[in-house]
């Protein structure tokens, strides 16, 4: 048993009263989690045997409750949690450019949130699914990370070219290599990404700071 967030002493908070929880491919876990004496959403990131690091991700008024998390294909985390504070659904994901947590509302209608549930696809879409207390029914709201996955790599053989390969899995790209002749070679290969050297700037484009919610 490992102690993620107690506080200065077992009497200052109580952080994990709600809590949810998800493990990235490096064996690192990240835990949303409702400290109900402060009454705001935190987050703590770690691995046994390891130290853990925990942030404050949204403290206005009471919020935070019945958190679930999720991360995306490039380990962005996304939190989707309620709010007493108008009984709103919210949404949190991590920036990394400003080192800071954004917050924003998924939906503000009725009573909503006090049951949610969060998963990304691997097309990099959020798909969330909420309590509706006021009307009494379950609602479902998605949005695109502006992420995109490519089934394919650029994979350069040294000074003899430049392939196509094909992504199979997680450890595996399958390519052809080039032609180089009769005689062995030893050729450093090098991945290149289209997404980050390319489309970088039209992604940016496509899907600026303020995103939409559909439900």
């Known amino acids: 048993i490992y102690d993620i967030d107690a506080g ?6 109580w952080p994990g009263y709600m809590t ?15 400290d109900s004496k402060e009454e705001d959403l935190r987050y703590s990131t770690g691995a046994p045997n390891s130290e853990w690091t925990t942030t404050i991700v949204d403290s206005t008024g009471n919020t935070g409750r019945n958190p679930s998390i999720a991360l995306d ?7 989707a949690y309620n709010s007493w504070v108008g009984w709103d ?3 949190a994901i991590y920036d990394t450019a400003t080192s800071a947590w954004d917050t924003s509302p998924i939906s503000t209608t009725g009573d909503v949130g006090k049951g949610s549930s969060i998963i990304i ?21 998605t949005k695109s990370t502006g992420l995109l996955q490519s089934q ?6 040294g000074g003899y070219g430049y392939v196509t390969g094909t992504v199979v899995n997680d450890t595996t790209i399958t390519a052809t290599t ?34 939409w919610w559909t439900c």
């Open 20 to 34: 949810s929880m998800v493990m990235d491919q490096q064996g690192q876990f990240h835990i949303a989690h409702f």
């Open 121 to 141: 696809d691997e097309s990099g879409i959020i798909h969330v699914l909420f309590s509706d207390e006021t009307a009494d029914v379950l609602k479902y709201a």
């Open 89 to 91: 659904l919210k949404y």
């Open 8 to 13: 200065e002493s077992v009497y200052d908070l």
């Open 178 to 211: 080039p032609l180089a002749g009769q005689t062995g070679d030893t050729v450093n290969l090098t991945l290149w990404d289209e997404f980050v050297t390319k489309e970088e700037e039209r992604m940016e484009a496509a899907f600026p700071s303020v995103w």
């Open 152 to 157: 394919e790599k650029t994979v350069q053989f």
């Open 73 to 79: 294909s490039a380990g962005n985390v996304h939190i």
